[in-house]
């Protein structure tokens, strides 16, 4: 059994305006499953708060003095980026590996001893990894709050929160609605964050993939514990038409084993305008992005792609995190 210091405020000295009695001061986001309802209603509260500063002053100095380190072992453009500017709007400073080649990883360095390495500079640490666990495990030896901004194919809750925080801004609801999550259910990871999330609100989830790239086993009895209305289809064709949202993700080739399967099953859908003839009127399509096909660009002008503006929306949320576990917020 190892001894590792609690994780907590490392100085008891409060800078000023630091709130100790915050929800989530100094807590580590890892997984979407540590929220309750009520603690989603506060983070996208604070998320549409930090919509309007934006949109009022565009940056403002909430974590002036206080530093993100960005740790991507993996691929990333909206994460990644999204997080460095959520900081630098709130006035913070930023230490981005997002090539760990060139960090001390290269020589071998383990997770735990860069994790342990940066927070000596810094004030969270936002980690994105290929091994499911990675982030729990670099929270475990970090006593400041590690944010998960996806670990394999296991989670990737910031992504989540953004998600639900999309279709609330734009549908002004949950409760109630049609969900669609179309593609690679499989390894896609944010459609796991995703569908847990929405099993916090009474929605029907309809779940439609090739037969090998199904939702895994465990989410759908996670959400089937819930009462959430669930179906599996293999055509989007009967989904469709009560869709109020529908979830497109990209086949995720760097996770199959068998490349001749992913040869199989990589143009599997492909939403166009012929398509969405179907849909609401009333519905919006999201992507976590990128997309490599699944959807037709002769989409992005039809007033229901939200993918665009679900990446901005992200970047109010990711805002609130930060504030939020520097005890700002
Ligand atoms: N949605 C998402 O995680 O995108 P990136 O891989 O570009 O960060």
């Known amino acids: 059994m190892e001894c590792l210091p609690a994780k ?12 100790r009695s915050a929800p989530f001061y100094g807590k580590d986001i890892l997984s979407v499953k ?8 506060y983070i996208f509260g604070v998320a549409h708060e930090m919509r309007e500063m934006v949109a009022r002053v565009g940056s403002f100095d909430l974590l002036k003095g206080k530093i993100m380190a960005s740790l ?14 959520a900081m630098k709007r709130l006035g913070g400073d930023v230490i981005p590996i997002n090539e760990v080649r060139y960090s001390s990883v290269s020589k071998g360095e383990s997770l735990p001893d860069t994790v342990r390495t940066l927070e000596c500079y810094v004030d969270v640490i936002v980690l994105r990894h290929p091994e499911v666990g990675a982030s729990a495990l670099a ?12 670990d394999g194919v296991g989670e990737h809750p910031t992504q989540a929160l953004l998600d639900l925080f999309t279709i609330i801004e734009e549908l002004g609801r949950v409760q109630g609605l049609t969900v669609t999550m179309l593609g690679d259910l499989k390894y896609g990871r944010t459609v796991h ?29 996670q959400i089937e514990e819930k009462e959430i209305t669930g179906a599996e289809f293999t055509d ?12 497109v993700t990209r086949v995720q080739k760097e996770r199959f084993e068998d490349i001749a399967e992913y040869e199989i099953v990589k143009n599997a859908y492909t939403i166009t305008p012929e398509t969405l003839k179907a849909a609401k009127e009333q519905m919006i399509i999201m992507h ?23 990446m901005e929306y992200g970047l109010y949320v990711r805002m609130a995190l930060l504030a939020m576990v520097l005890g700002k917020a």
């Not at 929270?139 to 996806?150: E, Q, S």
């Not at 976590?288 to 679900?310: C, H, K, N, T, W």
């Open 72 to 85: 991507f072992y993996e691929p990333s453009t909206r994460t990644s980026s999204s997080f460095l500017s």
């Open 193 to 221: 964050s995703l569908a847990y999330l929405l099993s916090l609100y009474g929605v029907k989830i309809n779940f439609v993939s090739p037969e090998i790239l199904k939702m895994p086993a465990d989410i759908l009895s």
């Open 236 to 247: 989007l064709d009967q989904a469709l038409p009560e869709t109020d949202v529908l979830y």
């Open 139 to 150: 929270a475990r030896y970090a006593r400041k709050p590690v944010i998960n901004a996806g």
């Open 288 to 310: 976590p992005l990128p997309r490599v096909g699944e959807i037709s660009i002769a989409v992005d002008d039809d007033p229901r792609a939200a993918y665009f503006r679900q």
């Open 34 to 41: 540590q929220f309750t309802r009520e603690d989603l209603e």
């Open 8 to 19: 907590g405020p490392v100085s008891p000295h409060l800078p000023f305006g630091d709130q």
